[in-house]
């Protein structure tokens, strides 16, 4: 099994970055891996929920994990989204990745299908049995309508391939829970994928983050990350604010993707990629656009 030297910090879920609906554009992908590593991210995780995994095609998806490996390099750990509602389907994209060269998978619980405990148990079980890398569990009920709960965790935890697990329900005493329980195990790191409890969850023995924010301001939520591994409360408190003020850049629309249409008006605003986004969605129109750009002239991002 390939090993990954240190799994901490913050990983920032890239986007995908199109040139149209169905086209990768590679060039800006790659502007975009040097724009996170410039600020200090401790990897990178290609083909989650910001990077529209799931409106993508699978030859659009190899594009990306082709460019991000190819471009990151080795400087980093490459963690790459494998999840299918199908398990032959997700063991087929863990072996691409592992062709590719990514580092990890990340593997969501099936979804569509409404799974018990010991089917999901039965599930992470057969993937890790057969992976030859190593998974990162994750936890996002609000899209995938089931909750990778705290006892299921710890049953599947055992495995040595499986590694950790991104949370990213927002739920405080899940968390809080999880941190707890693992907090003096190292073989298995609890990140936090709501970019506003970063900060609790390091400081409560939390591995890091994967926020989506770190697209735009990579260098924000190292900051805070360190911070808040050394307890200096006082630029824990500072910095959260600013992430707190970040967070303002996805809440203009109306729907849950004006999360995805935030982060990339940012990135458009900022010249590292387009705002195209897949079909399913349609960008922001100019009055969105312009507010965006006032709150990140406001914070220092233009």
Same mark, same amino acid.
């Given at each position: 099994? /390939?090993?990954?030297?240190?799994?901490?910090?913050?990983?920032?879920?890239? $986007?995908?970055?199109?040139?149209?609906?169905?086209?990768?554009?590679?060039?800006? %992908?790659? *502007?975009?891996?040097?724009? $996170?590593?410039?600020? &200090?991210?401790?990897?990178?995780?290609?083909?989650?929920?910001?990077?529209?995994?799931?409106?993508?095609?699978?030859?659009?998806?190899?594009?990306?994990?082709?460019?991000?490996?190819?471009?990151?390099?080795?400087? $980093?750990?490459?963690?790459?989204?494998?999840?299918?509602?199908?398990? %032959?389907?997700? @063991?087929?994209?863990?072996?691409?990745?592992?062709?590719?060269?990514? =580092?990890?998978?990340?593997?969501?619980?099936?979804?569509?299908?409404?799974?018990?405990? =010991?089917?999901?148990?039965?599930?992470?079980?057969?993937?890790?049995?057969?992976?030859? %890398?190593?998974?990162?569990?994750?936890?996002?009920?609000?899209?995938?309508?089931?909750?990778?709960?705290? =006892?299921?965790?710890?049953?599947?935890?055992?495995?040595?391939?499986?590694?950790?697990?991104?949370?990213?329900?927002?739920? @405080?005493?899940?968390?809080?829970?999880?941190?707890?329980?693992?907090?003096? *195990?190292?073989?298995?790191?609890?990140?936090?994928?709501?970019?506003?409890?970063? /900060?609790?969850?390091?400081?409560?023995?939390?591995?890091?983050?994967?926020?989506?924010?770190?697209?735009? /301001?990579?260098?924000?939520?190292?900051?805070?990350?360190?911070?808040?591994?050394?307890?200096?409360?006082?630029?824990?408190? *500072?910095?959260?604010?600013?992430?707190?003020?970040?967070?303002?850049?996805?809440?203009? &629309?109306?729907?849950?993707?004006?999360?995805?249409?935030?982060?990339?008006?940012?990135?458009?605003?900022?010249?590292?990629?387009?705002?195209?986004?897949?079909?399913?969605?349609?960008?922001?129109?100019?009055?969105?656009?312009? /507010?965006?750009?006032?709150?990140?002239?406001? @914070?220092?991002?233009?």
């Amino acid at each position: 099994m /390939a090993k990954i030297k240190k799994i901490h910090g913050i990983i920032p879920p890239l $986007v995908t970055p199109l040139s149209k609906p169905d086209r990768v554009d590679r060039a800006g %992908l790659r *502007r975009l891996v040097n724009h $996170v590593l410039d600020g &200090g991210v401790h990897g990178v995780f290609a083909l989650g929920s910001t990077g529209e995994f799931p409106s993508l095609t699978p030859a659009m998806k190899k594009a990306v994990i082709e460019t991000t490996v190819d471009e990151v390099n080795g400087r $980093v750990p490459v963690y790459v989204g494998v999840s299918d509602p199908s398990y %032959l389907q997700v @063991m087929n994209n863990i072996a691409l990745v592992e062709k590719i060269g990514g =580092d990890a998978v990340v593997v969501l619980p099936p979804f569509y299908y409404p799974l018990g405990n =010991d089917e999901l148990v039965d599930f992470y079980g057969k993937v890790a049995d057969h992976s030859p %890398l190593p998974i990162l569990l994750y936890n996002i009920p609000s899209l995938t309508k089931t909750h990778l709960d705290h =006892d299921l965790v710890v049953r599947i935890s055992g495995h040595e391939r499986i590694i950790g697990l991104k949370d990213s329900q927002g739920d @405080m005493t899940y968390m809080q829970g999880l941190l707890q329980h693992f907090k003096d *195990r190292k073989d298995f790191h609890v990140f936090i994928g709501v970019e506003t409890l970063l /900060a609790e969850g390091v400081l409560f023995h939390g591995a890091g983050g994967i926020p989506g924010g770190a697209n735009v /301001a990579p260098n924000l939520f190292v900051k805070l990350y360190n911070a808040a591994k050394k307890r200096d409360f006082k630029n824990v408190d *500072r910095l959260q604010a600013q992430v707190v003020h970040l967070n303002g850049l996805y809440r203009h &629309g109306r729907f849950w993707s004006s999360y995805l249409k935030g982060v990339k008006t940012a990135l458009s605003l900022m010249g590292i990629c387009s705002d195209v986004l897949t079909d399913t969605f349609d960008p922001f129109h100019a009055p969105e656009r312009e /507010a965006i750009r006032k709150e990140m002239k406001q @914070m220092g991002l233009l």
